[in-house]
């Protein structure tokens, strides 16, 4: 039985989305101690785990994948670089969730870089994770119109909207057609 494990930093609206999709998360793993996502994995009882310093964190997902049916590690506003090594040793299997249309506005405070840029369109992209910040082959993206009287908070709204649909549709299609990359 197919499995992921996501990660997370944040509030985790994309993790429960994911979970209102149903699909197989297995653990959810957080750098942050106060993630709202760590408590939207504990009410689905899922188990979940927390640690600050990245490198051990990284070590558990690898023993995690290791010993579980493990196909995708997926990033959900996951707010730390991975170190080369573990991006390395698992590329292709991991995928992240940005909110800008990438490859304009990448690391953080996108939706506020785009929205203090003037841009008239910004989007999600959904791509695989390499070595750089928001670099990866891009897998999926969505554009969003910004209208002449959209506001930083309802900016949000809207991209927050788009990924709770487009992350949870390419995940299923990634473990439905096995186009999770060899390792
Ligand atoms: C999402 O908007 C996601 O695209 C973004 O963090 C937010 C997490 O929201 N990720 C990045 O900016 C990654 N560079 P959530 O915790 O409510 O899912």
Not at 109 to 118: H, V
């Amino acid at each position: 039985m197919a499995g992921i494990v996501v990660l997370l930093s944040g509030s985790g609206s994309n993790l429960a989305a994911i979970m209102e999709n149903e699909l197989p998360v297995k653990f959810v793993m957080s750098n942050n101690s106060k993630a709202y996502g760590i408590d939207r994995a504990n009410k689905k009882k899922i188990p979940s785990f927390v640690q600050s310093d990245l490198k051990i964190l990284e070590l558990h997902v690898t023993k995690l994948c290791l010993s579980n049916d493990i196909d995708l590690i997926v990033l959900a506003g996951f707010m730390k670089l991975l170190s080369p090594a573990f991006v390395a040793a698992w590329k292709g299997k991991i995928i992240n969730i940005h909110p800008s249309l990438l490859p304009s506005f990448p690391g953080a405070r996108a939706i506020e870089q785009a929205f203090e840029y003037g841009v008239k369109y910004t989007g999600v992209t959904v791509h695989y994770v390499d070595e750089g910040m928001d670099t990866g082959q891009i897998i999926a993206q969505e554009p969003i119109k910004i209208a002449k009287n959209d506001t930083i908070k309802n900016l949000y709204g809207k991209i927050h909207k788009v990924e709770h649909k487009l992350y949870p549709k390419v995940i299923k299609n990634l473990l439905k057609w096995k186009l999770i990359k060899a390792y």
